[in-house]
């Protein structure tokens, strides 16, 4: 027995080893090839390391140094969907906080359909829902049109800023990303133990207290993975803008987007989207213990 | 029921709860109601409605153009999805029956297109696929190109960490003993994985491949660079966005597409949690 173990063993964790080895390599194969790769390789044009077409500059820092220190239009088109997404993250979680507090703490059996109510249309089709913003806020659509009916307005004098403004294209993000927030909030409220609330009360907190001092901090990392999980996707959109945002709403994702199709510059094209892969790395590099947070409770 | 001093929320608060609730599924409701209220109006996408048609309908249906890019739109997801379960099955396996050295490194990187801007991966793999052209055409004048290939290469990679995170919690809970059970009987690793692993793990493989397939099917960014002369549904549905003649119609096949994704989620997501409530609790590895 003894030594058929003995002999078993190491003979075992080889095969297990080539095992691993031929579960992994095609996957790894696939996203070395097809997403390190060129990753890697626009990091490298960006810096001149490679040339693709006969104008491509040799190597150099030059079109870095223009982008981060030659106040360029780019860094404030960079700063201005900052503070969209900034504020889209910000008025998305406060719409799904109450959302998921009344699903995880006061809706009891039926929390799981309410929640999948809640969470339905982020999955249908993206374009869409922006198409269905563009036809309510047009200037024949839901709104102008009541407020015509209303004789608020003279019928042919719609509203200037309802759509192809800023406020069109942050209205239309969080209308977008508010089903996908209410999840790790629900999740992260749905684990918290019912008897803290209980023992706070106990103790004699109200309800008031025992909110800001209990489930408000326990529910942190839930509201740090939504908060994360707005703004890295939404920093970088540029068909919302497209849509709906016309000039005034521009944004950062719609300058590369340019760049690669109409201005082909692609050299400067990757600086900026090296840029944005930097900036979304770095939030994950600080906020990535909480987003895990969510992983592991889902 | 409920104690007159639930912690949680006083009968007020759980009332104004309720109703924000109400408010917010309204909001979220309203407007996709709004776009399928059109699709059946016998006019263009504008207020007053005229009446009730489904010529709309029967216009989509006939438009040749738009079938096609519903075709290619079909062909990819299938492919891209069926590639990205594949992969996803054996990537699950590996981090959740292995243990190796790097596997934080291998997860990071399986999991890394999550947050990645698909805009940032979609100009990768247009500069890699140009490049690679160039390279191709100066040393054996031939080429790739871009195409329908290059969408499928894009979208496996960005279906794979879900297809993963889908398998994984069921094949935690399937107990190890049955695979040791098909072992101690005779058969091989492969006959075990083929003929025990998989057959168990297939709600679970159902559902990946349905969440990979409508996160294809609605695919823009990547698609839009990668795509070339074959546009997708999503590339075709934004290019002709800006025609207003066409917007009834665009609108009308958007309603079924979205009915039909609907359902297709909804089940598939049920599916899998009366799967792994058939399992039971997870076993310890």
Known sequence: ?298 | MRTADDPAASTGARRLLALFFLGLVLFLYAPIAVLAVFSFNDGDVAFPLQGFTLHWYRDALTNAVLLGALRRSVVVATASSLIAVALGVLVATALVRRRFAGKPIVSALVFSPLVVPYLVFGVSLLVIFTAVDKVLTETMGMYIGLGLHAVVVGHVVVSLPYTVLTIMPLLERLSRSLDEAARDLGADAWQTFRRVTVPLLMPAIVSSFLIAFTLSFDEYAIASFLSGTQPTWPVYLFAQLRVPSLLPQLVAVSSIVLVASVILVVSAEVGRRVAERRYGAPTPA
């Not at chain 1, 058929?4 to 297990?16: I, K």
């Not at chain 1, 006969?54 to 106040?71: H, I, K, N, V």
Request: aromatic fraction near 14%; proline fraction near 6%.
């Open chain 1, 1 to 298: 027995m003894v030594w058929t173990v003995a002999r078993d063993g190491p003979r075992r964790s080889r095969a297990e080893r080539w095992g691993t080895l031929g579960l992994l390599s095609g996957p790894l194969a696939w996203l070395v090839l097809f997403f390190v790769l060129p990753v890697g390789f626009v990091a490298a044009y960006s810096f001149g390391a490679v040339r693709i077409f006969p104008t491509d500059g040799g190597p150099s820092l030059a079109d870095w140094e223009q982008f981060l220190l030659g106040r360029s239009i780019y860094m404030g088109l960079f700063w201005k969907s900052v503070a969209m997404s900034l504020t889209v993250s910000v008025v998305v979680v406060l719409l799904a906080y109450p959302v998921g507090y009344y699903l995880a703490l006061c809706a009891r059996k039926r929390k799981y359909v309410l929640l999948l109510l809640i969470i339905a249309p982020f999955l249908t089709s993206f374009l869409l829902r922006v198409l269905a913003w563009k036809v309510i806020l047009g200037d024949r659509g839901v709104v102008n049109s009541l407020l015509y009916w209303l004789h608020l307005r003279p019928p042919g004098d719609p509203v200037p800023w309802l759509l192809y403004s800023q406020f069109t294209v942050m209205l239309v993000l969080a209308y977008v990303w508010v089903p996908f927030v209410a999840l790790p909030i629900f999740a992260s409220l749905d684990n918290l133990d019912r008897s803290l609330l209980e023992a706070a009360g106990d103790l004699g907190a109200g309800r008031w207290r025992t909110f800001l001092r209990v489930t408000l901090p326990l529910s942190f990392p839930g509201v740090t993975a939504a908060f994360v999980f707005v703004f890295v996707p939404t920093i970088g959109e540029f068909v919302t803008p497209q849509l709906v945002g016309g000039t005034a709403g521009y944004m950062y994702g719609n300058a590369i987007n340019d760049l690669f199709t109409k201005g082909l510059d692609w050299q400067s094209g990757s600086v900026l989207a090296m840029f944005l892969l930097l900036v979304v790395v770095a939030l994950m590099m600080i906020f990535g213990r909480w987003v895990q947070v969510r992983s592991v409770a889902a």
